[in-house]
Nanobody
C-alpha cells in the first residue's frame, strides 16, 4: 500500500492550492483519512480529517479556508486550501487508515508535499 501526495507549490498570500493524495496497492477498505503539516521547528499537527462517511473536522486555524474531501471510488483524498497565509507554509502529509489484503489495518503516510506561501 502506498500514498502519493501531490499539489504543493509556491503561492502568494491569499492564493489557493489543491492537494491530492492517491492511495494504491492491495486495498480492501479505507477508514479515516487526514492531512497533517509540519513547519520547520514545529511539531506535526493535524490540519483536517475525514471519516469514510464524510464527517470532517479541522484545526481552528484553517476553518472556513480549507476543505477536505475524498473520492472513495478513486481512493483519493483532497485538501482545497483557499486564502492561504504565510503561517500555512509547511510540508503537508496525508495519512490513511487502510485495511489491506494482508487482512490487517495499518496507518500509512504519504511522502509529503511542500507548501510555500509568500507574503
Amino acid at each position: 500500500v502506498q500514498l502519493q501526495a501531490s499539489g504543493g507549490g509556491l503561492v502568494q498570500a491569499g492564493g489557493s492550492l489543491r492537494l491530492s493524495c492517491a492511495a494504491s496497492g492491495s486495498i480492501i477498505s479505507i477508514s479515516a483519512m487526514g492531512w497533517y503539516r509540519q513547519a520547520p521547528g514545529k511539531q506535526r499537527e493535524l490540519v483536517a480529517a475525514i471519516t469514510s462517511a464524510g464527517i470532517t473536522n479541522y484545526v481552528n486555524s484553517v476553518k472556513g479556508r480549507f476543505t477536505i474531501s475524498r473520492d472513495n471510488g478513486k481512493n483519493t483524498l483532497y485538501l482545497q486550501m483557499n486564502s492561504l497565509k504565510p503561517e500555512d507554509a509547511a510540508v503537508y502529509y496525508c495519512n490513511a487508515r487502510i485495511f489491506s489484503s494482508q487482512a490487517r489495518w495499518g496507518d500509512y503516510w504519504g511522502q509529503g508535499t511542500q507548501v510555500t506561501v509568500s507574503s
